[in-house]
C-alpha cells in the first residue's frame, strides 16, 4: 500500500461516533504499553501540553503527563477537543480506575472505560477522533515513544501507531549485512528525505537506529516515489533477515517501510558490491555519502593492497589461530613513505589494531625483492630494512566461519585489505614455529618474545586432556592399594616393557592397581601389546586413551581423572625405581600426613641429583643421591608431580596442569605451587629415588632448550607463580 498524504488510510477513515468507542465526556479510555508506559485516550475540554496526573486517586501514582489535544471537526455536545496523553505508571497497577489532570483552575478528572485497548484498538479509536488531524497526533505521539530509545514496549507501539495510520509507505528489497556492523537498505518509498536521521527498525524487538539516506533515479518505481539506499547502525549485532521494516521521518511525518516478501539479503562479501552499483547516482548530504562510500570500501575478499597506486606493498608469512579469540600474524609490510595509517586484523564483528603493538624485524629479502621496482625509487636510500613484522592479536568469539583478513587504512581515508586463511594449531606449536623462523641471533628476538609469544602463550585457551577409551587388560578393580598412574609418551614405549617388569619383581607393585595413559593416536596399537603383558606379569592393569594431551603431565591428568580412588600414584614412565619398597613408603608418608603431597628424590642415570625439593637456588641438584638418602621428611615448596602420591581430588580442583608452557618443567612446578597455595603440604622423601633421564620438556635437548626454559620462566612469572616458587627458605633445613 502507497502513503496517503493526506488523512489516515482508508481501512482507518470512520464517521464519529459510529462504533460507539468514543469515550463520552467524563470517560477515557486506557492503553497499556509495557509495563510503564498507559496511553490515556478521551475527549473534554481543551488540556495542557504537559499536567500533574493523578491515577486512581491514589499520592503514589502522580506523574507528570504529556499531552496532545486537537480540536474535534464535529464537536460533541459535551466536548470541543479530543486528547492523547502519556504518562509513566508503577508496573504493579493493572487496573484503572480514575485518571485527574491538573490545570489552572479546577482539575479534571476522568472514569477509565472498563476495558483497556491495545494498541492497534487505540489506533482506531483515534482515527474516529482525530478525522483528517490523525497524521498529526500520530506524529506527535511517534517523537514522544521514540524519546525513550531503550524501551522496547514503547518502540513497538510507536510502530503499530504509525503503521496504522499511514500503511506502508513503500519496499525495501534488499538488505545487506555490511563488515563493521552496519546494515545496507535498497528498495523504494514515497515522502523519503535523504540525510542522517533516528529510524526505528521494525521486527521481533523495535530498537532506535542510526540511518543515514541517499535518495538515486529508477525507472520501474511508482510514480511520485523514490529509489533510496541507506545505512543503518544499530547497537549490537542485528540480522538483516530479522527486520520486517523501517520507520523514518520522512519530509511530512513518520512514515513505514516495509520489507518485500521476496527480500534479497546479502552477506558481508557481496554488500560491498551492492552500495557501489548505486554509489554514483545517489544523492544526499556530504555526511551521508561519505558514510556509503566507506561501506562501498569494505572487505569483499579480495586481496587489494597491491593494485593501490601508492608505494605501499604487503605480505603474510604465516597466521596462527591458536583457539577461538587468539592468533599470531606474521609477515612484512612495505610503506617507505608512511601512507598506512593503521594496519587491524579482522574479523566480522571483531577487530584488533595490530601496529600499535607489533614486534617490527629485518626483512632483507623484502628489500631485495624491491630493490629494483620502480614503484618505489626511495625506499631504501636510508638503509632500514625493518619492514618484518609479528603481532599477536585476540578477537571477539564471533562466527568461526567469517572471514578472517587484515585491512590497512591509509592516511587519505582508503582501505585496503588482504585476505588470510589462518592455520589451526596450538598456542605452544604456534610459537614454536614462530621462534623457528627466527635466526636466533637476531636483536629483535627478546622484544618479540616478551611481547607477542609470552602474552600468547599466558592468555591462550587450554585445552583440557580427555578420556576416550578404557579397557582393562588385567584385574584392576580387584586390585589393593591407591592406582599407579604411570603417563607412556612417544618417547617412553620402547621403556614400558623394562619399567612392568620392575613393577612385576617388587610384591608391593605386582599388587597394585596400574593405569597406563596413552595418547588416543597410540592406543590401539598399544592394547594387544600391553595385554600380552599384563598377562605375562600377572599384573592389574587398565589401559586409558587420552585425547588432546600435549605431553607427560596431559597424560598424568587424563590418568587421574579416569580413576575414581581418593589418593593415585603419579609416574612419568621415563622414571624407573631405584630399589623395590618405593611405593609403599611413599603411600604410607602420604596417608600418615593431611591432605598433603609426598615426592621422592628424582636422579639421573648416573645417580647424581636430578630433583630433591623445590628450593631457591636447587641447593642439592648434581649432588650424588648418596649425599642426600640419609635426610629425613622435609617440607618442600611444591612438589614433583613426575612422580609423587596426592589426593586425586586436589589436582581436579586445581583444574590440572596449565596451558601455555613450551616445556614441561615450569608447567610442573606451576601445578605444585598452586596445590601448595591451596592448602595442600608438599613434602620431599629422601629416602625413596627415582631414576631417569630429564625428558619432560620436548625441547630440553633442541638447540632452544635454553630459550624455551627462559620462555616458561616468563609465563610462570606473569602468572604470580614465580613469587611463590622463591618463598621457600632453604636455611630451615630438612625436617627431623
Known amino acids: 500500500m502507497l502513503a496517503v498524504e493526506n488523512g489516515p488510510p482508508p481501512s482507518l477513515i470512520a464517521a464519529p461516533r459510529r462504533t460507539g468507542r468514543i469515550p463520552r465526556a467524563g470517560r477515557v479510555t486506557g492503553c497499556p504499553i509495557g509495563s510503564s508506559t498507559l496511553l490515556v485516550i478521551g475527549t473534554g475540554g481543551p488540556l495542557p501540553n504537559a499536567a500533574r496526573t493523578t491515577l486512581n486517586d491514589d499520592p503514589a501514582e502522580i506523574s507528570s503527563a504529556t499531552i496532545i489535544s486537537w480540536r474535534l471537526g464535529t464537536p460533541l455536545p459535551t466536548a470541543t477537543h479530543g486528547f492523547a496523553a502519556l504518562l509513566p505508571t508503577n508496573s504493579a497497577v493493572s487496573a484503572f480506575a480514575t485518571a485527574q489532570f491538573e490545570q489552572e483552575g479546577a482539575p479534571k478528572r476522568y ?110 518505481v511508482p510514480q511520485g516515489a523514490s529509489a ?75 586481496e587489494t593492497v597491491s593494485s593501490l597506486p601508492l608505494p605501499v606493498r604487503m605480505g603474510v608469512d ?173 618417547n617412553d614405549e620402547d621403556g614400558i616393557a623394562p619399567l612392568l617388569a620392575l613393577l612385576a619383581i617388587d610384591p608391593e607393585t605386582k599388587r597394585a592397581p596400574i593405569a597406563l595413559v596413552v595418547p588416543s593416536e597410540r592406543f590401539h596399537r598399544q592394547v594387544a601389546r600391553i595385554g600380552k603383558l599384563a598377562a605375562f606379569y600377572g599384573l592389574s592393569l587398565r589401559l586409558v586413551s587420552a585425547g588432546e594431551a ?77 649425599a642426600v638418602t640419609g635426610l629425613k621428611l622435609t617440607s618442600v615448596t611444591a612438589a614433583s608431580l613426575e612422580c609423587c602420591v596426592l589426593p586425586r581430588e586436589a589436582l581436579v580442583e586445581a583444574g590440572g596442569f596449565a596451558g601455555g608452557y613450551l616445556g614441561s618443567r615450569e608447567k610442573g612446578l606451576d601445578l605444585g605451587l598452586r596445590l601448595s597455595r591451596d592448602g595442600v603440604a608438599s613434602y620431599w622423601l629422601p629416602s625413596v629415588q627415582m631414576l631417569g633421564s630429564d625428558q619432560t620438556s620436548s625441547t630440553a635437548t633442541s638447540a632452544m632448550g635454553a630459550l624455551v626454559e627462559s620462555i616458561d620462566r616468563k609465563i610462570l612469572d606473569a602468572r604470580g607463580m614465580a613469587e611463590l616458587a622463591g618463598k621457600g627458605n632453604p636455611s630451615e633445613g630438612p625436617r627431623t
Open 111 to 220: 472514569v477509565f472505560t472498563p476495558r483497556t485497548v491495545s494498541v492497534n484498538e487505540a489506533a482506531v479509536l483515534l482515527a474516529e477522533l482525530c478525522g483528517n488531524q490523525l497524521a498529526a497526533t500520530i506524529d506527535g505521539l511517534a517523537d514522544l515513544l521514540i524519546a525513550a530509545p531503550s524501551d522496547p514496549d514503547r518502540l513497538s507501539a510507536m510502530v503499530a501507531l504509525v503503521k496504522a495510520a499511514h500503511g506502508s509507505n513503500g519496499f525495501i528489497e534488499l538488505l545487506g549485512e555490511g563488515q563493521d556492523g552496519e546494515i545496507f537498505l535498497q528498495g523504494w518509498a514515497h515522502d523519503v528525505m535523504p540525510g542522517m536521521a533516528q529510524a526505528v527498525v521494525d521486527g521481533d524487538r523495535p530498537s532506535v537506529a542510526d540511518s543515514a539516506i541517499a535518495v538515486y533515479a529508477r525507472q520501474d
Open 228 to 302: 533510496f539506499a541507506g545505512l543503518l547502525d544499530l547497537d549490537g549485532p542485528f540480522s538483516p533477515g530479522s527486520i520486517d521494516g523501517l520507520v523514518w521521518r520522512g519530509r511530512r511525518g513518520w512514515r513505514h517501510v516495509a520489507v518485500h516478501e521476496r527480500k534479497l539479503i546479502a552477506g558481508p562479501l557481496e554488500t560491498p558490491g551492492h552500495v557501489r552499483s548505486v554509489l554514483l547516482r545517489a544523492n544526499s548530504t556530504p555526511q551521508t555519502l561519505l558514510r556509503l562510500r566507506t561501506a562501498a570500501n569494505s572487505f569483499d575478499g579480495t
Open 318 to 490: 604465516n597466521v596462527f589461530q591458536v583457539d577461538s579469540t587468539g592468533f599470531l600474524v606474521s609477515g612484512w609490510l612495505l610503506d617507505p613513505d608512511s601512507h598506512v595509517q593503521s594496519v587491524k586484523l579482522r574479523r566480522h564483528n571483531g577487530e584488533e589494531r595490530l601496529d600499535g603493538g607489533w614486534s617490527r624485524l629485518d626483512r632483507t629479502d623484502v628489500t631485495d625483492a624491491f630493490a629494483d621496482h620502480p614503484a618505489f625509487p626511495r625506499a631504501f636510500g636510508h638503509g632500514s630494512h625493518r619492514h618484518g613484522f609479528v603481532a599477536h592479536a585476540r578477537l571477539p568469539d564471533g562466527d568461526p566461519s567469517s572471514a578472517l583478513y587484515l585491512e590497512l587504512t591509509l592516511r587519505d581515508t582508503r582501505r585496503a585489505f588482504m585476505p588470510l586463511s589462518p592455520l589451526r594449531a596450538t598456542a605452544r606449536l604456534a610459537a614454536v614455529r614462530q621462534m623457528h623462523a627466527i635466526d636466533p641471533s637476531d636483536w629483535a628476538l627478546p622484544e618479540l618474545i616478551d611481547r607477542q609469544i609470552v602474552p600468547l602463550l599466558c592468555t591462550s585457551e587450554r585445552v583440557s586432556p580427555t578420556v576416550d577409551t578404557v579397557v582393562d587388560p588385567g584385574p584392576f578393580e580387584a586390585a589393593d592399594g591407591p592406582p599407579i598412574v604411570i603417563s607412556v609418551g612417544e
Open 550 to 626: 600435549g605431553d607427560a603431565y596431559d597424560l598424568l591428568e587424563a590418568g587421574a581423572r579416569a580413576l575414581s580412588s581418593d589418593t593415585v600414584v603419579l609416574l612419568s614412565a621415563s622414571l624407573v625405581p631405584h630399589k623395590a619398597g618405593w611405593y609403599r613408603k611413599l603411600v604410607a608418608t602420604q596417608a600418615s600426613l593431611e591432605n598433603s603431597i609426598v615426592s621422592p628424590t628424582l636422579a639421573y642415570e648416573d645417580y647424581s641429583v636430578r630433583w630433591a625439593g623445590t628450593w631457591p637456588a636447587r641447593r642439592y641438584e648434581g649432588y650424588p643421591i648418596s
